[in-house]
Each structure stands twice: as structure tokens, then as C-alpha cells.
């Protein structure tokens, strides 16, 4: 009961948010051009959603970190952003694109120096059989020779026009490797932190009350430092007009910064009466699609660059009644340093609440 | 009425900025070594373009975010600033523009070859026809497979000179496709944010009392994190010595910073009785030649590289009496996810003011 | 005597932050849903090593600044981490690992040609002997003549196979170049601060008090500018439970942030009644385990990148009653520059403590 | 008479920070462990140059912004420190350098490839004349060829240890380019704020009191945004114990950031009575060997980056009774942009100080 309420009581402090004014007070309000709503407006949260999203089944933020957002009417270019796209990529699909285009490059190529008269490549002859298939596999290797300006010159263009052509194609072939420098270097150098969060976040004994917690470790052997966390529920409350809307709560956590993350980092958010989690149910988490969004910066060790990681719980990503265990298992014999088990993230142990 | 006075208000309280004073005063003043007019001049926002631009028919931000500035004077090396061009010019000039280095180095370096004697050149002839232009065209092939370290061969420098031209042509090439490289690179890497704003700002009727609003988008698929904004209202005002000058007023928006910025985002400038917008007409921002100064800043998620962008709204660019149309239609059937319709950005209704 | 008591008090504070609670008192809290405890856990210093790591014979951060940390089951790709790698091994490992590597692909591709046959290589008989090593050989010339693009043409591939193949290697190579090019760069701008420190920190008079004192120098030619220095001791301290546990204490510093860092600079923390190192003695110091970490912040002059640099002083790196002999040594009689003398970083002399 | 005395005043004050007290007192003070010496020492300025540099006739921060100091003992590779030497030499130096090392690199190769007998150079002789300088010349173009990886093959390597070392080489001018791309990138992207100070800074009547004045430009085209400025005086004082030593005050000035650096800015001291300039005349800046220090920061718009710029003033760089002619000189007919006159910069007129 007094939970319930409780919940109630929050909720009635969002309907109070748009009450009915009379036309005096509206009036009043608009001479003294002070009000009051605006004030409470600007205490509210927002992280950037907006309070119209407000269909319960649809996340926030998917475990990748992005945002669960489609745009209509995205321009083509906008949408592509080529670069972008070409650095997130994996390895193998970056990779197999660079050879596609290679290929279809020295094909078109070999396409035009096919129009423009084989005969006009000397020494065709001597590397492939003076076939149709032949010569334009010649022609496809002169291309290949000259894009990557390794031009044996066993193969070599004869007059103006092929000549010329080659001449393009190897200061082509210089541009677009200079691009695939470009982009190497930077899918070498993109600060990512490769942060693991627990599978779960649990609703543990915390002191003398109970606290929300979730569990991260660095992946990476490179060093994080001034890693500081912000962790915020969002929840749909029903407002006086009986409609949902989305509500956003920062979650005050025991410890948001540490300046060295050398292993693993368990985040409490105590439940103290501040708490908006307070007295709060799992019936109550499901019913107000509850979802706890967590975003993690820090400054990654080689190149000393900031990085960031989004992540997010949602209601049934919560674990209630259970501790985690311990990852730091003694002191490795060798080294003398200590030893933390990263399998143990995930693993809780069933812990009674207070 | 009441709004006139409200205006010269403000007017005066400009001119008050620098009262006639008494000798005598001026006197304590300075042997008190305080001074009042210090503390009031130390209050005054100032963006950096100073108070002596008042001519009222000049913008100071242009739409592209460029300070409408021009400077007399400015030593030719500083103006062009190679590096800064290049980067910052659309991609069709500056691959346009690579292409015409390229012909005209092989051109020069034609050149030189010919006054060294093409028959230093083996092979020449076996290229192009043996006329003058032929020799020419056929040295011009070989500075480019020189240029760009090809190199087919059947071509070949003979003796010191001309062995010697092409040795330095082949470093420079290198060198020049090592600028091309860092060129590239640098154009790919380059952070902006490519927000989209608006059309027109609005005013628009916002809780129980007006708001000055504009809407913005990210039109980009890579997102933003911890987005700020600013805005500055500038407008002309007659000091008590009759004199135009320029001053700056911040205006306080109901939310300035946002940790995620997946969709759309509506800014608000409460117009409370604190607002210098407060009791504004029209006529008054445009008597007043006033200019919304907007800066953003925000962290690129690819590379989490600080970005920005500027804008402004002039008087004539500002919408009396409309909202703006939800961008936020419902939820994308497949994905789930929330779906927004870039295309609204600019939609407005029309909407009585409080 | 008065100095143990001291530290014994540290430690029933220490031991304080988890004393046994009455059920009732538990019950009350939870009523409350305050929490003392919660408030002190709050106050707890903790550097993010956590409190359990607590083996008295190991250092939490060695000598070169990284963390004394050992990880099981750390994913394979993660533990390599090749770039990061790459980019932070010393110069002779890295430039003979690309040798290395470059002389197996050549292997490698000979190997290739010699399976398609090697008599698809046009004029391997003018280069090298008609052996099977010659032959080889051969093959492995031609392989680093198409993998570095250089491409004389003396040795050119016949037939569709040998072709293709070459044309593969040549974009790998441009691949494998565009790595490395990625690679040099990388190594080259990574930001590093080679801050040297004192080799020994120094219980040293200071003022009418004592201080516990290091020195550093900035070992490179480019300047540090806004340099800050964090410094904490951490130390094994004995709970109420009789359990040892690690805890952390802020050191304040006379001074913990400098504008420029043009020469040397000697960091203090003065021995107040508040410093818990107040009446401390090296015996409590070594039965505590104490280590003193430092975590220094600065912006790199050159590229006006941040840096940073880990260190840390063990109880037994600690001089007591010494002072650091002055590294100003007048002025350079030709630049009229004033000179600092670098041998004498880690020279201190005995000095009495108040 | 007056202003003397407020400078004894300062030195007084400056005295008093290291007084005589009796044995008595520094007891008590130890036993309490207090110190009021350790406060007074916490809130003096130190930009990180120290006490003790004392010098009178050195100055602080070069024109160039650099530090005057010099490091004896500085580690040798320390000093050059390679990367910062090419990234901050001159452009025509740079390019000198790198072309001197092409030829000389070409130079030894070629005297290997005499060593292992020009014979084993194919097609030597068709290139230069056969006597000893022609063959080291050719082997010396052969060995530009092989570098570039041009490789016309109109010379080519025979027999396995020539063959071998143009293997070697080719790589290795892979390596050498790799660096020179990453070296030009460094060049072109290094953040440096070109901002221009005027040639002396001037005491200025200012409001009802006086001032002390300079002015900035960028030079650039490049935008600069979020520019904030530090101003410090230096200068030396006599101690109680008759030493000099050099202390430091931050000076406050009118307006310290502006989001905005389209044009000029004259930055402001307010000589009120807080600030430690306040009666002071141009004879006690001499004596007291007085020095003002800026430090500059601000964001670059082209890559968003943070740069900034040092600077000083010496007491003989100070123009007494002079104010700044104005910059802005009205509306540019054809873009109706506000019209600067970069000339103007060092422009001064006569004042009267208040």
C-alpha cells in the first residue's frame, strides 16, 4: 500500500506540472510574467528524448549504445555519411569492400582501354592469349599494375589517348590510396571504449539499506582514467490529462568518478528516501516501462583521449535480491599483482534485501 | 503603451551606463581608486564583436555561421591559409582543383624535359608520333609516370640531366601525394556538426506565459552527446549621448544542455519579466535591428571530438504567434523504435499568444 | 607514544565507517531510508583499486605508471590489442618486427609464384642462377618488387594465375603501406609526458612545519603548460573486524596546479594536524604499507594535447629529514636565460625535521 | 610620496610572509601543527616560474612565447627530440632537410651498389657513360628509382645480394614516406593560434579611472571561439631579509572571455585600488624589473581543437598616457561586413590619464 502511494505521490507531483489555472490567475500570472510552471519546468529532467516517447515497449537505447531512433526523410547524403560508415564498420567487411572496388575499378578500366584498341597496349600479347577473354584479362592486369603504380611496364600504353588514360588512372589510383590511408589511420586511432557491463543489474543489501547495481569492466588492456558515470531512470507517469508521459530521474550513485579503472567497478545507487526507486516493486518497474540509462566517460591511457559508452537496463534486465561476486581473487604467485577473475562478472549470488 | 515605456526602460538603463558625473565625484572616485562605472562595465555581456558595430543593416553571423566581418589589411599568407582552405572547400573544387595541379606539373615538367632534349627519353617514339607535339605529349606521359612513381619504363631517362630531373620529380611526387594523404585525411577527419535549424524562430505561447523558440536537428547518422546551446540577443540601443551602440543580452532558455540528442530538439526562451524580450513588439526588434546569436557545442560520438556550430536569426527571420509541428510521429512498425520526421522541421501552426 | 595512539585513532575512524548496528536501529534506518552509513561510505576516498586489495607485499602502480593488475580470462583479441601494441612498443621491437614481417610475405608470396610456376615469371633466368634456390629467389625479388610497387618490370608475370596474383600483392602492399603510414603517425603524435620524478620522496622541514615532499623536471624540450598534480596515500588499515583493508587519503598540496612548468618543480604536502600523515613515523609507514600515488594532468605544448603521468612512492622510497638541493643555478652567461641543472633532480641533503 | 609608500606597502606585505617568530611560538605552532605560515604560503601566486629567479635583467616568456630557460644535463635525445624538431621547424627548412637526406640516402646506396660491382646493374650503360663517375651516378639514379619505387627497370638489379639490397631499400623508402606523409599531416593539422599582440601595451585613462591596455588580433582566417585570457605581473621584491624575490599577481581584467574573436580586442586592467598596479609609476616597473605575462587559450574552428599563445610585456614595453586607435572603421560598401583595419593594430594616440 504505502508503496503504491508512494508511486502515486510521484505521480501526482508530474500531473502537478500542468494544472488548470483560472482565467485570472493565467491573467495575474502574465502581468507579474513570472510563473511558476516555468520554474518546475526547468527543474525537470530531460536527457534529450523528450517526454513524447511514450510507447511502452520500445527501448531507448539498444545494448550497442545507439539510440532506438528511425528518421524519415534523412537526405541520402546525411544518411550514408560515407566516412562515418566506413570507420564503425567490422575489419572483414571493410576489407572485402576495399577488394570489390579494386576489382570493379580495374574492370572498368580495362573496359575503356578496350575501347580505346587493345593493340594500344604493347606486350599484351606476351603475357595473356591474344583471345577476346585474353586481352581483356591483359588489359584488366595493365589497369591493376597502374592503379597500384607498380607498373612492371611489360604492359605499356602506346599513343595519346591510352596514354593519357593510363596517366588518369595512376593518379587515381593515388587518391583513392591515399583515402584508404586516411581511413585505415582512422579506424587505427577511433577512441572506443570497450566497456562490459554485467548481464544484469541487481537490487542488492547495500550497508544498512538496499542500493541498484550494475557491474562494468575495462575489456581492454589500454588504461581508462577519470572515468565518471551518470545513470538516469526513465519512466512513463501518468499525468492528470490521464496521458503517459516520459519522466527522467538522475540516480544519485555512492561513488561517480574514479580516477584509475585497473579492474573491475561494481556502481551502487543506495535507496535512500530521495531515491525515486524508493519503496518501488518489480510490478511497478514493468508497469512504468522503467529503463536505466547509463552513460560512462572517461579518457582512454595511449593517446589520452576522451571516450564514452552508452548503456541501458531495462526492467527485466534487473536482478532483485542478489549480491555479486567478488572478482578480485588473491595475488597472482608470478607477479606479485593482484588477480581478477573477468568471468566472474556476470555471476550473482541470491542475497536477501534489508 | 506600456511595452514602449517597458523598452525605454531598458534604453535608459543602457544610457545609464555612463552618467555625467561631477568633478568632484570623478575625484573621490579616483582617489577611492573605485569605481562604480568599472563594476557596471564589468557586468556587460560582450561577445566579443564590441559596441561599435552599430550599422543597422549589417547581420553579424551570417547563415553559414561565418562572422560577417571583412579585414583590410590582413598579410597575404594569413589570408589564404592554404591549409585551412583546402580543407574547408567543397569536395568537387577540391578534387578539380588536384587534377589541375597534376596536368600542370606534368606540363612544367614536360617542359623541362624537352629543353634537356627529348632524345634523352628512350623510348619516346615507340609512344607518340615523332612530331613536335608527339615528343611533347610523350614527355608529358612520363613526368606522369615519374610523378606518380608508376614508372612503366618504356619510357627511360638517359644521361645526367635528364636521369637527374626525374629522380627530383619522383621525391616531389611523393612529397606532394604526402600532402594529398594528410590533405584527405584531414578533410575526412575533420569534426562538424551538421545541425540543421529551423527556419524561422517563433514566438509562441509556452505553459501559461510566451516563449522565443527554434527547433534543431542533427542531419547526420553519427550522434551528438552533451549538447549545449547559447543564446545571445543583440540589438542597437541609444545611449544618452544620443549614439547608437550595440549590447548583448544572454537570454536564459528553460533547458541549454541536453546528454543525448537522438532526434529533434525545440529550444525555449521563457519570456518571463526578467526576459529583455519581455513586452517586445516586432517593430521594436526591427527599430532595434536585433540578431539572435546562437552557439552550439557538442561531442561527436565516432571520434568523441568537440563540436560546434553557429547561427543567428535576425528580426525579419522570427514568426509572431505559431508552434511548431511535432516531429515525433508514433513508433517505426518493424524496428520498434521511435520514429521522427525530419521533414517537419520547418512545419509551423499557428497558435494564439498569451 | 601520542604518534601511535595517533595512528590508532586513524584506524578506529577507519573502523567506525561499519560499526554493529541494533536490529532496531537497522529498522529505524530502513523506516528512514537515511543512512548514516550511506553518508560516510560517501566521504570514503577511493581511487578505484577498491578497498580489498590488500596483500601488504605488492605495489598497486609500478614504476612506469601502469597498474599492478593481472587479468584472467581476458579475451584473446582484447589482451593483444594490436594497435595499442603496435603503437606503444619501443622503435628497434617495432621497425624490426615490419622487417620481419616483410621478409615472411615476400617468402610467403614466393612460395605462391613457385607453385603457379616459376616459368610464368618472364626473365627470372637474367636475374638469378636456374636453381631451385635461384629460382626462388628469384620469385621472392619479384614479390618485394610488386608488394613495395617499385615494379622494375626485368621480372613480369605471364598467364592469368601468376598475373592475378601479383595484382592481389600489389594491394596488399598498398594496404599493408597504408598501415604502416597509420602506424608511424600514430607513434609519432601520441601524446607522452616523459616527466621525470625525484628518486626518492623526502620528509622535509617546511616552513615552521614539516612536509613530505617530490620533485619533478619535464624531460622533453616541448613545454607543459597548466600542469596539475593529484597526490594520494593509500594504506592498509585494521577494521573493527579484525580484516585488513585499504584505504585512501587525499594528500593536499601547497600548491597542486602551475600555469607553465618551464623548469622544475617540487611538489609539498604540508604535515598539518589535518594530513594523516601528521606524527606519522616510517615504521607505521612500512607496517601500513603505505604508498604514495601521484597522478599528474598537463596540455603538451606542441600539438595542445593532454597528457598525464602515473607514479608512486613506496615506504621504502621515502628519505626522512633531507631536503632537495636547488636545481637554479644563477643565469646562462650567454642567453641571460636562467639555468637549471638536471643531475641534480634526486639530490637532496640532510636536513633536521621540526 | 603617496604612490611610494603603496608599493612599501606591498613589499612589506611580501615581508611579512616569512616572519621572525620566537622559538615559543613555532613550538606551539608544531603542537598544534597549525601553521598560519603554511595559509600565507597556500595563497601566493606561483605561475610556475618560482621565487628564486631573481635576475633582474632576464625576462621570463620570450617574444616568441617560449620560456627563457635554459636545461643543462638535458638527456640527448631529450633535446632533439625529433618529432617536435621537424614538426615546428620552418616550412623551407623543412623541405631542404628532407631533400638533403634524399640525395644523401641515394649517395650511400649508390656506394653499396658499387661495392657489390655496378656490373650486377643491368643496363647501366645505356643510361650514363661507363666511367667511374657514370656508373656511380647511374647506380645513383637507379638507387632514386628504387627509393621513389619508380623503378622504370631500364636499370635493374641482378644476382641475389644487389637484388637483395634494392629489396631492402624499396622497403625502406616505403618507411621513410610513410614518415614524411605522417610528418606533413603533423605540420598542416598542428593547432597553433596566430594571434598578433600590439607592440606595446599602454596605461589608458579608462571610464573615471585609468587602465592598463593591449590589444589582439587573429591573424588567421580561421575562426577563433571561447577565447579567455590570463594576465599576471611579475615582478621581484625585497624581502624582510633584504633578498629580492620574484612574486606574482594575477591582474583582473574588465572582460577576461568572449565567446566570439571575429575582429580586435583590447583587453583591460582596471587600475582600481585592489589591483597590485595601483599608484604605481614607470620608474618603480623599472626597478622592480616588472614583467606582464599572458597566456591566451581558445578553440580553433577549423578542427575544433584548443590552442594557445604566450606572450609578456616588459616594464620597457609600456606606453604611459596613451590610448589605442579604433580598428573598426565603419561598414564595407559591397558585403555591408563590418570593415577592420588590421594596420591599426600597433596604433596609438596621446591621453591624458585620469
Not at 593482484?338 to 541470491?350: R, V
Request: net charge neutral.
Amino acid at each position: 500500500m504505502n508503496k503504491k502511494t508512494t508511486l502515486d505521490g510521484k505521480l501526482s507531483i508530474g500531473s502537478d506540472s500542468l494544472p488548470h489555472k483560472s482565467f485570472q490567475q493565467r491573467l495575474a500570472d502574465r502581468r507579474r510574467g513570472s510563473s511558476t510552471l516555468v520554474e518546475q519546468e526547468e527543474k525537470r529532467e530531460d536527457l534529450g528524448f523528450g517526454t513524447k516517447i511514450n510507447d511502452s515497449s520500445s527501448r531507448l537505447v539498444n545494448k550497442d549504445g545507439s539510440f532506438n531512433v528511425v528518421r524519415a526523410h534523412q537526405g541520402f547524403w546525411n544518411q550514408v555519411n560515407l566516412y562515418h560508415t566506413l570507420i564503425t564498420m567490422p575489419w572483414p567487411k571493410f576489407l572485402s569492400l576495399v577488394f570489390t572496388f579494386y576489382i570493379s575499378s580495374n574492370t572498368l578500366f580495362a573496359t575503356f582501354y578496350g575501347l580505346l584498341g587493345y593493340d594500344h597496349l604493347v606486350g599484351l600479347s606476351n603475357v595473356t592469349p591474344d583471345t577476346t577473354l585474353g586481352r581483356f584479362m591483359g588489359a584488366f592486369f595493365f589497369s591493376s599494375q597502374t592503379l597500384t603504380t607498380v607498373g612492371y611496364g611489360h604492359i605499356s600504353p602506346m599513343g595519346y589517348w591510352t596514354s593519357g588514360l593510363a596517366a588518369i588512372e595512376s593518379m587515381f589510383g593515388l587518391l583513392l590510396f591515399a583515402m584508404a590511408t586516411g581511413l585505415m589511420y582512422g579506424r587505427f586511432s577511433r577512441p572506443v571504449a570497450s566497456i562490459r557491463y554485467s548481464a544484469t543489474s541487481i537490487f542488492a543489501p547495500y550497508l544498512d539499506i538496499n542500493g541498484w547495481m550494475f557491474r562494468i569492466i575495462n575489456q581492454r588492456t589500454n588504461q581508462l582514467i577519470d572515468v565518471q558515470v551518470e545513470v538516469s531512470l526513465s519512466r512513463l507517469e501518468k499525468k492528470a490529462d490521464g496521458m503517459l508521459y516520459r519522466r527522467y530521474y538522475p540516480l544519485k550513485l555512492e561513488r561517480s568518478k574514479v580516477n584509475f579503472f585497473p579492474a573491475n567497478w561494481t556502481l551502487v545507487h543506495p535507496i535512500t528516501d530521495e531515491s525515486p526507486l524508493y519503496g518501488c516493486t518489480a510490478e511497478q518497474l514493468a508497469e512504468s516501462d522503467a529503463e536505466f540509462l547509463i552513460l560512462l566517460r572517461g579518457i582512454e591511457d595511449t593517446f589520452n583521449q576522451a571516450v564514452h559508452s552508452r548503456y541501458s537496463y531495462r526492467f527485466d534486465e534487473v536482478r532483485w535480491g542478489a549480491k555479486f561476486r567478488p572478482m578480485y581473487t588473491g595475488t597472482d604467485k608470478g607477479s606479485r599483482a593482484s588477480l581478477i577473475d573477468l568471468d566472474q562478472l556476470d555471476e550473482t549470488d541470491p542475497a536477501e534485501l534489508n
